[in-house]
């Protein structure tokens, strides 16, 4: 398999990258765009485990857009940095401790297992959908955020939209949320087959909530400028 390794590409504008193996402690950077990255063998970064002189960062820059991220595997230890658009999204099996930084949008981000201890700051995001877990980590929007769901729960994580026309269309995980959900505009539904352990917060005169639901206990802290519409528990409000 052919790895990128401890390696350094860049350029003004480079096109789609392909690589069979693995990409680890390397670097791809341009100043205008670049098209997919595309990675076989998964995104790692083992200078991370050896002498602090042999660290070396693991990272996708791109002055203007990057079309896609994509790999069969995961995402570890990677940090992207995006002036304008990630237009195609990204697509792996987890995120892990890695971190996304993207002025503008991105498509849709699509894993089927996990995102994990890791932290996306984006412009706006039009859906998030992650198989079982999103856990421990940060998202943080400028504008508007409509879809994110969890095939099984939310656990320990802040989602926050921080610009002023902001906005959280639907929050969905089967088996629990919890963790900080804040919106400079209105929240559209939260909802959970399991508790809901939040604060949920927003600001503003339009920081209206539409629903927050939970089939068994709704233990939140609110702070709403708003109104809220409906407050579902299958047990327990408090």
């Known amino acids: 398999a052919g790895n990128l390794r401890n390696s350094e590409i860049a350029g003004v504008r480079l096109s789609n990258i392909n690589i069979t193996g693995y990409y680890d402690a390397s670097s791809v950077t341009a100043t205008g765009n670049i098209g997919t990255v595309s990675v076989s063998g998964g995104f790692r970064n083992s200078s991370l485990t050896g002498d602090r002189l ?11 857009n990057l079309e896609r991220i994509v790999t069969p595997l995961d995402i570890s230890d990677l940090e992207v940095d995006v002036l304008g658009d990630i237009s195609r999204g990204i697509t792996a099996t987890s995120i892990i401790r890695s971190n996304f930084n ?15 201890a890791s932290q996306i700051i984006v412009g706006s995001v039009l859906i998030i959908i992650v198989g079982n877990n999103i856990q421990s980590s940060n998202i943080t929007i400028s ?12 656990a320990n994580t802040t989602i926050a939209v921080t610009g002023p026309s902001g906005s959280i269309g639907t929050i969905t995980a089967p088996n629990g949320i919890s963790g900080a959900i804040s919106a400079t505009g209105p929240i559209g539904t939260v909802t959970t087959q399991a508790d809901l352990t939040a604060s949920i917060t927003t600001t503003g005169p339009t920081g209206n909530v539409a629903a927050l639901s939970a089939g068994r206990d709704l233990a939140i802290t609110a702070d709403i400028s708003g109104n809220v519409a409906s407050l579902t528990a299958g047990r327990h409000i408090g």
């Open 54 to 64: 042999e660290l070396r960062e693991s990272l996708i820059r791109a002055g203007e």
């Open 102 to 116: 993207v002025a503008n949008e991105i498509k849709s981000v699509t894993l089927t297992r996990d995102l994990r």
């Open 143 to 154: 504008g508007t955020f409509t879809t994110v769901i969890a095939g099984n729960r939310i």
